[in-house]
């Protein structure tokens, strides 16, 4: 996982790439506590995932440190980028890995 130059979180689970665009993140570019996309990917990540997502500093960020931890944790729902499409500017951007 690694954050280039903080303009955008990258991070792997077993199947998937995640990277989420700060450069477009609401409460990022806001620096806004309440944005108007309602933290939707964080949530949906507590809702419908495993809470690896959380809000520090205004923007999400991960609340699991280490590749193990993600591997094992990440249940791959892609539900943080469907959600920050639909409430959101779609910011969040996954890739399958090819096997
Ligand atoms: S839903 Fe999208 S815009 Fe909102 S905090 Fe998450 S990544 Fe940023
Ligand atoms: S794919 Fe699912 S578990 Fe993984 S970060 Fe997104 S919402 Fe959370």
Same mark, same amino acid.
């Given at each position: 996982?690694?954050?280039?130059?903080?303009?955008?979180?990258?991070?792997?689970?077993?199947? =998937?790439?995640?990277?989420?665009?700060?450069?477009? !993140? =609401?409460? *990022?570019?806001? /620096?806004?506590? /309440?944005?108007?996309?309602?933290?939707? !990917?964080?949530? *949906?990540?507590?809702?419908?995932?495993? /809470?690896?997502?959380?809000?520090?500093?205004?923007?999400?960020?991960? *609340?699991?440190?280490?590749?193990?931890? =993600?591997?094992? =944790?990440?249940?791959?729902?892609?539900?943080?980028?469907?959600? !920050?499409? *639909?409430?959101?500017?779609?910011?969040?951007?996954?890739?399958?890995?090819?096997?």
């Amino acid at each position: 996982m690694k954050t280039k130059s903080a303009k955008v979180l990258e991070f792997n689970s077993r199947k =998937l790439q995640i990277k989420i665009d700060y450069r477009r !993140c =609401l409460p *990022a570019v806001g /620096n806004d506590s /309440n944005p108007s996309c309602g933290f939707a !990917c964080v949530k *949906a990540c507590r809702l419908y995932g495993r /809470n690896i997502l959380k809000i520090e500093g205004n923007k999400p960020v991960l *609340a699991v440190t280490g590749q193990e931890e =993600l591997n094992r =944790l990440d249940n791959e729902c892609l539900s943080c980028e469907y959600h !920050c499409q *639909a409430m959101g500017p779609g910011c969040i951007d996954i890739v399958v890995k090819e096997s």
